[in-house]
């Protein structure tokens, strides 16, 4: 292998230079759209946050008049939470297109305070209702009958 000049060897570096430039301003702008929002399952308390997870709207509908004011914060605390979780799979993505695996991503993934959706905790959803009928054929059916009393 022979000898780089160093005017090669400077202009090979000064691209490297600029390409990572770009990668980190592609980034920043994909970071910069980043957000999650959550709903309480009764659908009273709406959250948004942003890409840090801060809290960016708050909405309470009418049907909350009259609750318990600690099972609405409570609501709204969980509802942030998985709004921050939402919000930090984004960025877990994003960081993993732009740096790979390896001690960087680890660092991000480390530094989510409700941890990332896709890492492993996300709650399970329940099967669509469609997914849990019995489709058995009525001959089966009424002959191995499902347990409903479990």
Known sequence: MEPMEPDQWLAQYGQKIEQAKRNAEQA??????VGGSATSPD????????????????????????EDPERVSGAIMSAVGQAQRAAAGQVVQIMNDFVGEGPALDFVKANMPNGYSGDGDDPVEPEPEIQRRDTRPDDDYFTNPPDVMA
């Open 28 to 33: 920043q702008e994909q970071l910069g759209g």
């Open 43 to 66: 659908g009273l308390i709406t959250v948004t946050v942003n890409a840090s997870g801060a809290l960016t709207n708050l909405i309470l509908r009418p049907g909350l008049r009259g």
